[in-house]
């Protein structure tokens, strides 16, 4: 139980073009999802929480209307990287919370974004 | 902020056990993890503590919290190659200091098994 997915697992897109993300429970229903962000060789680090039916909550240093989040529902939060750009490039983790309120985040698989 | 720290790197034999250490400053924290993290991966939840523990255990892991000197660590017993990866600790902060929502994770360690 307590899967995470998302998809793409990998893309590779041009600079100036958008990336869509998708992070799906898919055997449980997630009130709040995490958006997390990975360098290589370094921590992960948490650019906003999202809240099905609300508006995300952005990290301070995050540019909200660069990465756009959309949580329609309780299994799917998306991820929009907006006019991407090379420095863009890493890779993005979601996270969700199980709606028990057992607190416990279950991880996908993440994406590696490449912007050329 | 909350601080999560971590050493780099550590390398051991296959059979031996390995000892992964973490500190961290928020005092008020609530349950502290353990994930890893193989490449090209997400993050695999290993165990977590509550922070009213000393101790846990789970198989080959053991997890010790020093709640007083804010000190976790997690041990690998009869560490085998597939445990090589990097562990991230994480600690959800207490609603004092943020809320019971996030996780601050360490900067992480690369387990190296060496035949």
């Known amino acids: 139980g307590a899967v995470v997915s998302q998809h793409p697992s990998w893309v590779i897109c041009k600079s100036g073009t958008s990336v869509k993300i998708e992070c799906r429970s898919l055997?449980?229903?997630?009130?709040?999802m995490f958006w997390y962000r990975q360098f290589p060789k370094q921590s992960l680090m948490l650019m906003a929480t999202s809240n099905e039916g609300s508006k995300a909550t952005y990290e301070q240093g995050v540019e909200k209307d660069k990465f756009l989040i959309n949580h329609a529902s309780l299994t799917l939060s998306t991820l929009t990287v907006t006019s991407a750009h090379p420095e863009d490039s890493s890779f993005y983790i979601c996270s969700a919370r199980d709606l028990s309120g057992s607190y416990e985040q279950y991880f996908g698989p993440g994406t590696r974004l490449t912007v050329t | 902020g909350e601080d999560v720290e971590q050493s780099l790197f550590l390398s051991v034999r296959e059979g031996d056990s390995s000892v992964i250490n973490c500190t961290y400053t928020?005092?008020?924290?609530?349950?502290l993890y353990w994930y890893k993290q193989e490449p090209g991966a997400g993050l695999q939840l290993l165990t977590y503590i509550f922070s009213n523990m000393d101790m846990k255990q789970d198989q080959r892991l053991t997890v010790l919290l020093n709640k007083k000197d804010k000190h976790l660590s997690l041990r690998i017993a009869d560490t085998q190659t597939g445990d090589s990866a990097i562990y991230f600790c994480?600690?959800?902060?207490?609603?004092?200091?943020?809320?019971?929502?996030?996780?601050?994770f360490g900067t992480g360690t690369q387990l190296k098994v060496e035949l």
């Open positions: 928020d005092s008020s924290s609530t349950y």
């Open positions: 994480a600690e959800r902060p207490g609603i004092l200091t943020g809320g019971g929502n996030k996780l601050t």
């Open positions: 055997d449980f229903q997630a009130t709040t």
